[in-house]
T-cell receptor
Framework: SQQGEEDPQALSIQEGENATMNCSYK?????LQWYRQNSGRGLVHLIL?????REKHSGRLRVTLDTSKKSSSLLITASRAADTASYFC???????????FGTGTRLLVSP | NAGVTQTPKFRVLKTGQSMTLLCAQD?????MYWYRQDPGMGLRLIHY???????AKGEVPDGYNVSRLKKQNFLLGLESAAPSQTSVYFC??????????????????FGPGTRLLVL
């Protein structure tokens, strides 16, 4: 069964705007990861945040994690057309790193 | 480095036929994984391996078998294909998670995928 549920399922914005997508999960985790998938391609790792971290940055990406609410958000600032892709959160429980993926958010950034 | 490669890229099978999907990685990763991705759903883990000669079942293992005879290769077999196995299959690999070590070494690296159509 899916661990994570992303919200919204689809998001359409203009270049330069910020994009925020959310992920909720069900069980305790060791870490939460965000991946990007361009159409017809494999997934690419974006960022990992551990359960004892609350916020992490990487370039134009900002990830937050609220373990009390079992939720995470991914913010892409100053979006570009090249950011158009599907974004998935994935959670890893304590112990072995079996990732459980959410259903994804499809982001469309228009020029 | 090629990273993670998958063979073939696309295949059409008839119901009941068998085939093997090959995954190869050149990053010396201990762990390897096979996922399937269906429309509207995230990736679901089929089988995984924590090292050469070892395999384990994931979330949706029925109808699939795997082998990890060499560290760099992970094979996914369909013994008797069914239309329900029409999907996109992704292989991934990673280093093992070591408690106390930071750095995100458990990040998974994905192959480009294999599109399988079972008629």
């Amino acid at each position: 069964s899916q661990q994570g549920e992303e919200d919204p399922q689809a998001l359409s914005i203009q270049e330069g705007e910020n994009a925020t997508m959310n992920c909720s999960y069900k069980t305790s985790i060791n870490n939460l990861q965000w991946y990007r998938q361009n159409s017809g391609r494999g997934l690419v790792h974006l960022i990992l945040i551990r359960s004892n971290e609350r916020e992490k940055h990487s370039g134009r990406l900002r990830v937050t994690l609220d373990t009390s609410k079992k939720s995470s958000s991914l913010l892409i600032t100053a979006s570009r057309a090249a950011d158009t892709a599907s974004y998935f959160c994935a959670t890893a429980n304590t112990g072995f790193q079996k990732l459980v993926f959410g259903t994804g958010t499809r982001l469309l950034v228009s020029p | 480095n090629a990273g993670v490669t998958q063979t073939p890229k696309f295949r059409v099978l008839k119901t009941g036929q068998s085939m093997t999907l090959l995954c190869a990685q050149d990053m010396n990763h201990e762990y390897m994984y096979w996922y399937r991705q269906d429309p509207g759903m995230g990736l679901r883990l089929i089988h995984y391996s924590v090292g050469e000669g070892t395999t384990a079942k994931g979330e949706v293992p029925d109808g699939y078998n795997v082998s990890r005879l060499k560290k760099q290769n992970f094979l996914l077999g369909l013994e008797s294909a069914a239309p329900s196995q029409t999907s996109v299959y992704f292989c991934a690999s990673s280093y093992p998670f070591v408690p106390g070590q930071g750095g995100g070494q458990e990040t998974q690296y994905f192959g480009p995928g294999t599109r399988l159509l079972v008629l």
